[in-house]
C-alpha cells in the first residue's frame, strides 16, 4: 500500500515577496482556462497527459511553431518557466471538463423535471476563471534544496524571474516518520500573511497479514463521557489491556464556549460568531488529534494488528435536543468522524489495519450476556441484569472486538460449517445480539472434540 504524508516548512526569511508569484501563476492559470473552454471540442478526446503538446501550440511560440492561434501568452507572460505552464494546462483541462460534466448533469436534471411537469428553479453551473492555486516548485527546474534548512527556488520578482535564497524551518524526519521515505517536490503555499513550503513525502508500505487465530485487536468505542475507550483482545477473547482517553479540561472548556455562543444567539439572533467558532474549532482539533495519537499510541504498544471501530451512521439529532445540548451532539459527532479518518491515516503508516463492525447494541448488551443493561444519567456507567455495574463503554469495547472476530471467523470457514455453530451457539445468528460472551462461545465450540 503506498501512504503519502505532507510537512509543513514555514519560510522565515521572506514573506511578502512571493505575492507577485502567485499573482502572474494564477492570472496564467486564468488564461489557460479561457483557451482550453474555446477549443475544448478538439481537445475534449485528450487526457491531462497528452493535453500539454496540442495546448502548447495553440498559446506558445516557438521556432517550430512560430505563430500560434494565441499570441497573448507570450506577450503577457514573458520567460514564464515552462514547467508551470505545462502542470497548468493539465490543471486548467481538469476544471473545464469538471465545469462541462456538471452543466451536463444539469441539463439532463432540468430536462427531467420539466417532463415530468415539475418547476425548475436551479442555476446553471458557471466555469470559474478567477482561482487561488498554488504553484509546485519541481526540483531542479524550479527547487535546488542547497541545506537541510535553505534552498533556491525561482519566482517572479521585478517584473523577471529570478533565483532566490530562503531560509525555512527544518522537521525532524525521524520523529514525523517519514525516514527514509521518497521526498518530492515541494509546493509554494500561503497560509494568512505567511508562506509555507509543503513537502510530500511517500512510501510503500505492507498492511499487516497475521492469521486470524494469531491476531491482536484494539477495539475503540468513542463514548460520551470519554472521548474514547479502547481495549486489546486476543483471538482466544482474553481482554489483555484497556485504556481510557479523556480532555476533561478541553471539554469544559468546549461547552462553556458553546454556552456562551447559544446565549449571544438567543439574544440577537443568527450571529458569526468568528471569534467563538475559532476557539471551538481550535479546542476541537486537539481533541481530534491527541485521541487519535493516543489510540495508535496505545495499539503499537500492544503489538495489535487491526483497530476496529464502530460504523458512524448518519447523524440525526434526537427529539429534545436544542440550544447548547444540540450544538454539542454536533460537535461530539463530528469529532468521532475526524478521529476515525485520523486513526486511519496514522494506522496505514505504520502497517496497521482499519476495519468497522455493526454498531447496534454493542453499548446496549451487556459484554457477559446476560441481556440489557440500564446506563445512569451520566451514561458511563452500566447496571447488569445480574446487578453487576461496570463502566458502559469498556463493554461495547469488548463487543465490538467479539463482533470483528466473530465475523472473520464467519470469513474463514465454509457455510455448512458455520451452520453447524450456528446450532451450537444461537446468539451467532443474529449480529446485532452478538456480545463477547458469544465470541466465546463460539471459541469454545471449535475448541470441542469432533464426534463422529
Known amino acids: 500500500m503506498k501512504v503519502a504524508k505532507t510537512l509543513r516548512h514555514k519560510i522565515i526569511n521572506h514573506s511578502g515577496i512571493f505575492d507577485a508569484t502567485l499573482q502572474v501563476y494564477n492570472r496564467a492559470l486564468t488564461y489557460m482556462i479561457e483557451v482550453i473552454d474555446k477549443e475544448f471540442d478538439d481537445l475534449e478526446c485528450f487526457s491531462s497527459s497528452s493535453i500539454v503538446a496540442p495546448v502548447e501550440k495553440l498559446i506558445h511560440t516557438t521556432k517550430t511553431n512560430p505563430s500560434p492561434k494565441y499570441t497573448e501568452f507570450n506577450r503577457d507572460f514573458h520567460k514564464f518557466p515552462s514547467y508551470f505552464r505545462r502542470s497548468e494546462i493539465a490543471t486548467a483541462l481538469g476544471k473545464v471538463k469538471s465545469y462541462r460534466s456538471n452543466y451536463r448533469n444539469w441539463e439532463s436534471e432540468r430536462e427531467m423535471a420539466l417532463s415530468e411537469g415539475k418547476r425548475f428553479k436551479k442555476n446553471p453551473p458557471k466555469l470559474q476563471l478567477i482561482h487561488n492555486e498554488f504553484p509546485v516548485l519541481y526540483k531542479g527546474n524550479m527547487f535546488v534544496r542547497t541545506s537541510d534548512t535553505t534552498a533556491q527556488i525561482k519566482v517572479f520578482h521585478n517584473k523577471d524571474w529570478v533565483w532566490m535564497d530562503i531560509k525555512f524551518m527544518g522537521q525532524d524526519l525521524y520523529k514525523r516518520n517519514v525516514w527514509g521515505w521518497k521526498e518530492h517536490s515541494p509546493k509554494l503555499v500561503k497560509v494568512g500573511k505567511k508562506y509555507f513550503l509543503n513537502i510530500s513525502y511517500t512510501n510503500k508500505v505492507k498492511l499487516s497479514k497475521t492469521d486470524i487465530k494469531n491476531q491482536k485487536v484494539c477495539a475503540v468505542d468513542l463514548g460520551i463521557s470519554n472521548s474514547a475507550v479502547c481495549s486489546v483482545m486476543d483471538a482466544k477473547g482474553t481482554v489483555l489491556a484497556r485504556k481510557f482517553i479523556n480532555q476533561t479540561k478541553e471539554k469544559d472548556r468546549l461547552y462553556h464556549l458553546t454556552n456562551k455562543l447559544r446565549k449571544v444567539q438567543r439574544a440577537s439572533g443568527w450571529v458569526a460568531a468568528p471569534n467563538y467558532w475559532r476557539q471551538v474549532n481550535g479546542l476541537q482539533k486537539h481533541i481530534v488529534n491527541h485521541t487519535s495519537h493516543e489510540i495508535v499510541k496505545f495499539a503499537q504498544e500492544h503489538h495489535c494488528d487491526v483497530i476496529v471501530f464502530e460504523y458512524l451512521n448518519k447523524m440525526r439529532v434526537p427529539k429534545g435536543f436544542w440550544g447548547a445540548k444540540k450544538l454539542r451532539f454536533k460537535l461530539r459527532y463530528w469529532r468521532k468522524t475526524a478521529i476515525q479518518n485520523k486513526v486511519e491515516e496514522m494506522a496505514h503508516y505504520v502497517g496497521m489495519r482499519i476495519t468497522r463492525v455493526n454498531p447496534r447494541n454493542t453499548s446496549a448488551l451487556a459484554y457477559d450476556g446476560s441481556g440489557k443493561v440500564e446506563r445512569n444519567d451520566k451514561k458511563d456507567l452500566a447496571t447488569f441484569s445480574t446487578g453487576k455495574v461496570y463502566h458502559a463503554d469498556l463493554s461495547a469495547s469488548y463487543n465490538i472486538a467479539a463482533r470483528y472476530f ?26 446485532t445480539c452478538q456480545t463477547l460472551s458469544s465470541f466465546i462461545s463460539l471459541i469454545q465450540a471449535l475448541e470441542a472434540p469432533k464426534v463422529f
Open 406 to 431: 466473530i465475523r472473520a471467523y464467519e470469513k474463514s470457514m465454509s457455510e455448512k460449517s458455520w451452520l453447524s455453530l450456528q446450532a451450537k451457539v444461537p446468539e451467532l445468528i443474529k449480529r
